[in-house]
């Protein structure tokens, strides 16, 4: 492919784009060693301690990265190496820019889901602040609309 990516954070949610996101990592690794640092973001309501216990979303949060995790050594890419790391945030797009930044990440790869808002097609917040702030490269993986016909709604 031409690039050559050595550190990625991959963030996950345990929604169907994951699936799509970690095949696009597989490529993109294209048989060279890549440490995947794989990124759940517990997201803290501003009323609550950015620390506060959130043992519902903390035990679906390391579901989802076992799942990942797993899913990436199933693949049989033996020169990914899976990190994971679930973070409690204010902010998912945040924690996941400061993570690329923690980490020396040469690229973001990410799942976007196109929705309508306010009368236009929209990526949401996470990917939009990602896109705007990220200090790498990003790699956004969007799903298809659910029907092109009628601009996904």
Do not use: F
Not at 63 to 87: D, F, H, M, N, S
């Amino acid at each position: 492919m031409g690039v050559d990516y050595r550190r990625m954070v991959v963030p996950v949610d345990g929604g169907i784009g994951d699936d799509r996101v970690l095949t696009a990592v597989r490529l993109l690794a294209d048989r060279r060693p890549v440490t995947v640092t794989l990124v759940y973001v517990v997201e803290v309501l501003q009323s609550m301690p950015l620390d506060a216990e959130l043992p519902a979303e903390v035990a679906r949060g390391e579901a989802v990265l076992r799942a990942a995790e797993a899913a990436t050594r199933a693949a049989g890419c033996k020169t990914i190496t899976a990190v994971p790391e679930l973070l409690q945030a204010r902010s998912s797009g945040a924690a996941i820019v400061d993570e690329a930044i923690d980490r020396d990440a040469d690229v973001i790869v990410m799942a976007a889901h196109t929705r309508r808002a306010l009368g236009h097609q929209t990526v949401g917040d996470t990917v939009g602040y990602v896109l705007k702030n990220a200090p790498c490269e990003v790699v956004v993986v969007r799903s298809p609309l659910a029907n092109p016909a009628n601009g996904g709604a």
